[in-house]
């Protein structure tokens, strides 16, 4: 089992830039793919980004290729997205989550953090 902590969220004006953080328990956290999803009010959970075990496969959305980077530390048990270019329509709330299949449906990932809420003003 993982527990998962996210971090970095925040206002920012279109254009600018956010980094989010999500810290992980447990010594397993390398067993698992991670992924990014976001949740804007009134519509569903998504995928934004996943990243494999080791960090060398990394996957994104069409809407966020080329301005978010997804990236992880196995040593300090935290996986990052790296958001630039922040357009509007990227405000959401934001979580981390962990899975043990290489995946992008959010029901296929077991363990979830909070949340964090990204707004991006126009």
């Known amino acids: 089992q993982v527990q998962l902590v996210e971090s970095g969220g925040g206002l920012v004006q279109a254009g600018g830039s956010l980094r989010l953080s999500c810290a992980a328990s447990g010594r397993t956290f390398s067993t698992y793919t991670m992924g990014w999803f976001r949740q804007a009010p009134g519509k569903e959970r998504v995928f934004v980004a996943g990243i494999s075990r080791s960090g060398d496969s990394t996957y994104y959305i069409d809407s966020v290729k080329g301005r978010f980077t997804i990236s992880r530390d196995n040593a300090k048990n935290t996986v990052y997205l790296q958001m630039n270019s922040l357009k509007p329509e990227d405000t959401a709330v934001y979580y981390c989550?962990?899975?043990?299949?290489?995946?992008?449906?959010?029901?296929?990932?077991?363990?979830w953090g909070q949340g964090t809420q990204v707004t991006v003003s126009s």
């Open positions: 989550a962990a899975s043990s299949l290489v995946t992008t449906t959010p029901r296929t990932y077991p363990y």
